[in-house]
């Protein structure tokens, strides 16, 4: 049963209004286990005054809703307190599987490196944050295709050509991997700084690239396979999947169509020897579709990558997850879109850099954290605090490498998109506080308590939960899927994973205040019914942050 969906009902048949605009108003407040319907928007049509409009609106309920034990105003807002028991029946019966399809399709587009180089720190947010939405996306009932949209097409291949023709071979790169890569990459930009002719050989293996010639061909797969090998070993650590890992340059065959619809619809234009839309009734400065050499861009396959995946997957709605520096680049690309005259669900879900507290990560100058490394430092630590802490528990490698994973998951994931991040390993690795290891050892030792019990958790009294601590824990454990809705209106997953905190420490109370062992039996069925609860949720919360809910820690 959804509580506000009821209660918008019955305000419905007294207001005038839309069920659905009622249905938004009210609101869960913070501190408060109530919900709240505040009237200043509706005072005018109903011609009061909003405190007018509340008491009216607690006379003419006062009752007649079975789920609510009062109601109360205060100043413009109705509060309704919910029973305990009704909270309970619905917690304690519901199920959190999967919602079933809801006929929509949603592509998030995400993760997303270039290739040659080291997955590195840089790529976590995106990785994390999209596959986070995936998940939830995919639990309420859409139909969810993650597409890691690889950088692997661009002049830089014609360069990195080159420079492996100069510098190495293929024994030295199947030893040390993309290292090798990154160096000869950095040497030959050194070098072309004083010889120009090698820009120009550079330039000549990227058009013979775009031709599909053999060699060039063969060498830029090479290095996209030994990048995939590093970054599956990435995504299987953090659990990220896709629907499709398809690069860049995976668009190129499907370019000239694009272009050729733009220029029909007298939307593509030449200026200066290159083509482009022009965006000025926008705001925004023009969008580079073809170079004056005839190739292409990042935006020429972004734009041939919508229109196709528009196409195959019949999407609802897109979502492209990566860092503020690129808003105009995709402001310039949905403008385009809206140009053609489509009107699609286009979103950016933009999200802050993330620096060290050295400076901006760069490559050239050492500042850089690789991912592998990151995993490997965060669960030795997790594997020393085992040792230390819990030295008799089985399968510890494992529990580190879930705790470690979590940590660093759960803490990119804890603040808005938007906010740039200082990355500091003692932050990550600081398991005191509103981090992922308490909300996996709050799970923990919810499952110990259910492994110390023998009783059934089934024919449950739910009258018998009447304190405080249970009620602040059912109401929050309902939230459940409220917070999702949050998420998903928003794309920002950081919402469940404060939320998780709050459960956390919900549950926390109510263990330290509601004995559930020693109570007598049938209070005691009831109480263990409710810890059962927390246990799924928390689970399940983490799961779907991709985030691993080890049983013992
Ligand atoms: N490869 C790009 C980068 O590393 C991100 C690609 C994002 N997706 C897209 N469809 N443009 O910045």
């Given at each position: 049963m959804n509580i506000k969906e009821v209660l918008a009902k019955k305000i419905c048949e007294i207001l005038n209004e839309e069920e659905s605009n009622i249905y938004k108003t009210i609101e869960q407040p913070k501190d408060k286990t109530i919900f709240a319907f505040p009237c200043f928007r509706f005072a005018k049509n109903a011609g009061k005054s909003p405190a007018q409009l509340a008491e009216f609106l607690a006379e003419n309920l006062s009752g007649k809703l079975e789920l609510v034990e009062k109601i109360e105003v205060v100043n413009a807002y109705v509060n309704f307190f919910i029973k305990t028991d009704v909270l309970a029946s619905i917690v304690l019966k519901r199920s959190l599987e999967q919602k079933s399809d809801n006929g929509k399709t949603v592509v998030i587009d995400f993760s997303s490196p270039n290739i040659a180089k080291h997955f590195h720190i840089g790529h976590l947010r995106s990785t994390v944050i999209g596959g986070s939405l995936r998940n939830i996306y995919k639990y309420l009932g859409y139909n969810t295709i993650g597409v890691n949209h690889l950088g692997d097409w661009g002049t830089q291949f014609g360069k990195l050509i080159v420079a492996f023709k100069k510098y190495s071979s293929m024994e030295e790169v199947k030893e040390r991997g993309i290292d090798v890569l990154m160096e000869i990459y950095?040497?030959?930009?050194?070098?072309?700084?004083?010889?120009?002719?090698?820009?120009?050989?550079?330039?000549?293996?990227?058009?013979?690239?775009?031709?599909?010639?053999?060699?060039?061909?063969?060498?830029?797969?090479?290095?996209?396979?030994?990048?995939?090998?590093?970054?599956?070993?990435?995504?299987?650590?953090?659990?990220?999947?896709?629907?499709?890992?398809?690069?860049?340059?995976?668009?190129?065959?499907?370019?000239?169509?694009?272009?050729?619809?733009?220029?029909?619809?007298?939307?593509?234009?030449?200026?200066?020897?290159?083509?482009?839309?022009?965006?000025?009734?926008?705001?925004?400065?023009?969008?580079?579709?073809?170079?004056?050499?005839?190739?292409?861009?990042?935006?020429?396959?972004?734009?041939?990558?919508?229109?196709?995946?528009?196409?195959?997957?019949?999407?609802?709605?897109?979502?492209?997850?990566?860092?503020?520096?690129?808003?105009?680049?995709?402001?310039?690309?949905?403008?385009?879109?809206?140009?053609?005259?489509?009107?699609?669900?286009?979103?950016?879900?933009?999200?802050?850099?993330?620096?060290?507290?050295?400076?901006?990560?760069?490559?050239?100058?050492?500042?850089?954290?690789?991912?592998?490394?990151?995993?490997?430092?965060?669960?030795?630590?997790?594997?020393?605090?085992?040792?230390?802490?819990?030295?008799?528990?089985?399968?510890?490698?494992?529990?580190?490498?879930?705790?470690?994973?979590?940590?660093?998951?759960?803490?990119?994931?804890?603040?808005?998109?938007?906010?740039?991040?200082?990355?500091?390993?003692?932050?990550?690795?600081?398991?005191?506080?509103?981090?992922?290891?308490?909300?996996?050892?709050?799970?923990?030792?919810?499952?110990?308590?259910?492994?110390?019990?023998?009783?059934?958790?089934?024919n449950i009294d739910y009258t018998l939960i009447k304190d405080e601590y249970s009620h602040d824990l059912l109401y929050t454990l309902y939230m459940f899927e409220h917070k999702l809705e949050d998420v998903i209106a928003k794309d920002e997953p950081y919402l469940l994973s404060r939320y998780l905190i709050e459960v956390a420490g919900a549950f926390n109370r109510f263990y330290h205040n509601a004995p559930i062992l020693t109570s007598e039996k049938e209070l005691k069925k009831a109480r263990l019914a409710l810890v059962k609860e927390t246990v799924n949720t928390l689970k399940k919360g983490l799961n779907l942050l991709g985030i691993k809910a080890p049983e013992e820690m």
């Open positions: 950095a040497k030959f930009t050194q070098e072309a700084k004083e010889d120009e002719s090698l820009n120009d050989e550079a330039r000549s293996y990227t058009v013979k690239l775009e031709q599909g010639d053999k060699e060039a061909t063969e060498l830029w797969q090479y290095f996209k396979a030994i990048s995939l090998k590093e970054f599956d070993k990435v995504y299987k650590r953090l659990g990220i999947e896709f629907e499709y890992i398809l690069g860049e340059s995976f668009y190129i065959d499907k370019t000239q169509a694009a272009l050729n619809e733009l220029k029909e619809k007298g939307i593509l234009v030449e200026s200066e020897g290159a083509m482009i839309v022009e965006l000025e009734d926008k705001k925004l400065p023009p969008c580079l579709l073809i170079r004056k050499d005839g190739g292409t861009l990042y935006h020429t396959r972004d734009l041939a990558a919508i229109l196709y995946r528009k196409n195959e997957y019949k999407f609802d709605k897109i979502i492209y997850v990566t860092a503020t520096d690129q808003i105009t680049h995709f402001s310039q690309l949905f403008a385009v879109v809206e140009k053609l005259g489509y009107n699609f669900d286009m979103q950016h879900a933009p999200f802050g850099l993330v620096t060290l507290p050295e400076g901006k990560l760069s490559t050239r100058e050492g500042r850089i954290v690789l991912m592998s490394d990151l995993i490997n430092q965060t669960v030795s630590k997790v594997r020393e605090i085992i040792e230390e802490k819990n030295p008799s528990l089985k399968n510890k490698d494992e529990v580190a490498e879930q705790v470690g994973v979590g940590a660093i998951i759960f803490n990119d994931l804890f603040n808005g998109r938007i906010k740039d991040i200082v990355f500091s390993f003692e932050h990550v690795l600081n398991f005191e506080g509103e981090t992922g290891p308490l909300v996996q050892y709050t799970h923990a030792r919810a499952c110990s308590i259910l492994r110390k019990a023998d009783e059934s958790t089934e």
